[in-house]
């Protein structure tokens, strides 16, 4: 198997992804595979939230959207052309989280893309989207059939470890596969940091950072640094576009739990019917709730977000990502801030 020949393959995957995700008709043969193999991939997108609450159908396809525009041949031979291509193929074991839809694709892509084998272990929450893709990508390319393995059980022999889950998944991480190279990552999140200037549009992006995927992936803003004079009330009037996100039962579950607990312990938040705000310095907020605290100069931005580094994800703000950005990350964005295609290339 060549490196152009599955760059090739990987776009023509993406086309078909992008599609979906813009909720696009079969249109012709171009797309390299029939409509009846088209339709069955749109009733695929439709299932996922009988499979998982939390899988809408708007998740599954801005996830599809997200991944297949990054698929572009042009960004992947660039991004490709940085790395050698295996002449010795390993075995790379995946252990992949189930918070997002297709949250393992990045590490598959990498995987193959670096020359080596994927045997996968599938969260139990996103078990059928990636199989799908994958058997996409073996029409186009055939010999990828004998590179990825999705096991169900045990994964047999490998040769190196890539595992995504809690702070408590590190010690099985370690106790079965620490005898491995590995990659292990734990929880993280993300913040924003605003300095006043921002305009109502910005602030109005920044709810894509939080409320995408009802802020459950580690590129979910969770906390907001905003400086001493900030009036949250800007912050509402942006994001009041969201509020249809309540309307989902998981979510309004979790923000009305949140709410009655708080308000049992007497502790002091802001609500505006679908979020809730706290003042606190903490990193990682409950599920339909956001931690903001203020600042008075730069110097203590630098002090927070060196202090909770190994925490943090993605920073959107003036300087950092575009707000409205976090959670379409590019290729070169590597999960942890680790380059997996270089860690790959060490093996």
């Known amino acids: 198997m060549k490196k152009e020949d599955l760059i090739r393959a990987f776009s023509q995957l993406g086309k078909i992804m992008t599609a979906l995700g813009s909720g696009e008709s079969w249109k012709d043969y171009n797309a390299g595979i029939t409509e009846t193999e088209y339709q069955q991939l749109e009733a695929m997108v439709d299932r996922q939230f009988y499979l998982n609450g939390w899988f809408t159908k708007t998740s599954v396809q801005q996830s599809l959207k997200a991944l297949g525009e990054q698929l572009e041949i042009e960004n992947l031979t660039s991004w490709a052309a940085?790395?050698?291509?295996?002449?010795?193929?390993?075995?790379?074991?995946?252990?992949?989280?189930?918070?997002?839809?297709?949250?393992?694709?990045?590490?598959?892509?990498?995987i193959l893309m670096a020359g080596h084998n994927v045997v996968a272990k599938l969260s139990s929450d996103d078990k059928i989207l990636l199989p799908a893709l994958a058997n996409v990508l073996i029409q186009f390319l055939p010999e990828v059939a004998d590179r990825v393995k999705f096991s169900e059980g045990k994964m047999g022999e490998i040769d190196a470890m890539i595992a995504t889950g809690s702070n408590n998944s590190m010690g099985y991480f370690e106790s079965y596969f620490?005898?491995?190279?590995?990659?292990?990552?734990?929880?993280?999140?993300?913040?924003?940091?605003?300095?006043?200037?921002?305009?109502?549009?910005?602030?109005?992006?920044?709810?894509?950072?939080?409320?995408?995927?009802?802020?459950?992936?580690?590129?979910?803003?969770?906390?907001?640094?905003?400086?001493?004079?900030?009036?949250?009330?800007?912050?509402?009037?942006?994001?009041?576009?969201?509020?249809?996100?309540?309307?989902?039962?998981?979510?309004?579950?979790?923000?009305?739990?949140?709410?009655?607990?708080?308000?049992?312990?007497?502790?002091?938040?802001?609500?505006?019917?679908?979020?809730?705000?706290?003042?606190?310095?903490?990193?990682?907020?409950?599920?339909?709730?956001?931690?903001?605290?203020?600042?008075?100069?730069?110097?203590?931005?630098?002090?927070?977000?060196?202090?909770?580094?190994?925490?943090?994800?993605?920073?959107?703000?003036?300087?950092?990502?575009?707000?409205?950005?976090?959670q379409k990350p590019g290729l070169n964005d590597y999960a942890d801030g680790v380059n997996t295609m270089a860690w790959l290339t060490t093996l």
């Open 82 to 110: 940085e790395y050698p291509f295996a002449e010795q193929p390993k075995r790379i074991g995946v252990i992949m989280a189930g918070n997002l839809p297709l949250v393992g694709f990045h590490d598959f892509l990498c």
């Open 178 to 326: 620490g005898k491995y190279p590995h990659l292990f990552r734990k929880n993280r999140t993300s913040v924003a940091i605003l300095d006043g200037s921002e305009t109502r549009e910005e602030v109005q992006a920044l709810g894509d950072d939080i409320f995408t995927y009802f802020g459950l992936g580690c590129r979910n803003v969770s906390q907001l640094l905003i400086p001493k004079d900030f009036e949250l009330n800007r912050f509402f009037e942006s994001i009041v576009s969201h509020g249809d996100i309540v309307q989902h039962h998981k979510y309004a579950n979790n923000y009305d739990y949140n709410k009655a607990i708080h308000l049992m312990n007497l502790q002091e938040i802001l609500d505006n019917g679908f979020v809730l705000l706290r003042e606190s310095d903490e990193l990682f907020s409950p599920l339909a709730m956001i931690f903001y605290h203020r600042y008075e100069n730069e110097s203590e931005v630098a002090a927070f977000l060196e202090k909770q580094h190994e925490n943090i994800q993605a920073i959107t703000g003036h300087g950092y990502i575009p707000f409205g950005m976090a």
